[in-house]
């Protein structure tokens, strides 16, 4: 059983940065891909970042240019820079594993952008 530990939200003003950290316990065997999502109230869960087991990044339109997935091998880690935030980017993320057996989230991490 694989758990996902999620930190480094809160509150922050517009233009502002924070960076998340998703920690993933126990041992990941053929994992597909691993990132961010995010849930804003009202509205659907949708996909932030993502990174393949190969290191292919993707991201949403609306954080390209702002936003900064990366990986830490050795410690089962995944970051997620977020500079220039915005209003629209408050939400609730959430950290997700994937692979071809399973699929772990994270409790999630209230971001919210407000000044």
């Known amino acids: 059983q694989v758990q996902l530990v999620e930190s480094g939200g809160g509150l922050v003003q517009p233009g502002g940065s924070l960076r998340l950290s998703c920690a993933a316990s126990?041992?990941?065997?053929?994992?597909?891909?691993m990132g961010w999502y995010r849930q804003a109230p009202g509205k659907q869960r949708e996909v932030v970042a993502l990174?393949?087991?190969?290191?292919?990044?993707n991201y949403a339109d609306s954080v390209k240019g702002r936003f900064t997935l990366s990986r830490d091998n050795a410690k089962n880690t995944v970051y997620l820079q977020m500079n220039s935030l915005k209003p629209e980017d408050t939400a609730v993320y959430y950290c997700?594993?994937?692979?071809?057996?399973?699929?772990?989230w994270g409790q999630g991490t209230q971001v919210t952008v407000s000044s």
């Open positions: 997700n594993l994937q692979g071809t057996a399973y699929d772990y």
């Open positions: 126990g041992s990941i065997f053929n994992f597909i891909v």
């Open positions: 990174i393949s087991s190969g290191g292919t990044i």
